[in-house]
């Protein structure tokens, strides 16, 4: 049994500061398993009691994880199913945290993707003032010449912005590496189209400064605290903003 006193377990749900919880069970707003109960130092375990607050139930604030996947093609980025699609989170069965994307892949991008439960850290990630690189490797059914990186380093327009890329490199034949800043659905394969690049496979390998690595296709690990900061990395060379 884990007991924790009211008032730090409503806190720790991320009800209020522990001094303001204290406030709404002095005023009654309250209940344990549907009783006003007015006393903070009053015993309460997540298993076991039903906690509420105004009558909206509060729910036990889970520990925050996160991960880095090497999404494979052929799943969606959603957190609700439509139809039969197979979703990332599949690849997460048994996991009992409420996780989400960090952005988004298109169904049939691959490669590095992370998957958390913690709001706050992918507002950071996914926010425009983030500043963030992301790199990609396009395969191409053509040879690159020196006229399709011309055109790929001049970018595209996407959903009425225009896409410039911060760097376009050949990596092989039919290979080539992008790197964009911002986030937009299916940029690197409109920049790609304008180029009339046909691009057979596209996979994400960077984020910031956190790179995929070895990581096998379809499976996903723990970010370390050192991964963490290098996804925002780029964020905190940019920005004077303060990070809390
Ligand atoms: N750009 C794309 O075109 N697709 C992705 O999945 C990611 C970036």
Not at 76 to 103: H, M, N
Request: proline fraction near 4%.
């Amino acid at each position: 049994m884990d007991k924790k006193r009211l008032s730090k377990a409503l806190a720790a749900a991320g009800i209020a500061s522990r001094r303001a919880c204290e406030e709404l069970i002095f005023e009654g707003r309250v209940k344990v398993n549907g009783k006003v109960i007015k006393i903070p130092q009053t015993l309460v375990d997540w298993s076991l009691d039903q906690i509420s607050v105004d009558e909206s139930p509060v729910q036990k604030e889970e520990s925050k994880v996160y991960y880095m996947l090497n999404k494979p093609a052929g799943y969606i980025c959603s957190s609700a199913r439509p139809g039969q699609k197979k979703i990332v989170l599949d690849l997460f069965a048994g996991r009992t945290e409420r996780l989400f994307t960090i952005g988004r892949l298109d169904k049939e991008t691959e490669g590095l993707l992370l998957v958390t439960n913690d709001g706050r850290f992918a507002h950071e990630v996914i926010h425009p003032s983030s500043n963030i690189s992301k790199e990609y490797v396009v395969k191409t059914a053509q040879e690159i010449t020196p006229e399709h990186l011309e055109t790929l380093s001049q970018g595209a327009r996407v959903d009425e912005k225009w896409i410039r890329p911060i760097s376009v490199t050949k990596v092989r034949r039919g290979t080539f590496r992008i790197c964009v800043k911002e986030g937009r659905k299916h940029e690197v394969r409109i920049i790609a189209e304008r180029a009339q690049l046909k691009v057979l496979e596209l996979r994400r390998v960077r984020i910031g400064s956190l790179i995929l690595g070895t990581l096998p296709v379809g499976e996903y690990r723990n970010l370390t605290d050192r991964e963490k900061e290098l996804v925002l990395a780029d964020f905190k060379k940019s920005s004077p903003r303060k990070k809390s």
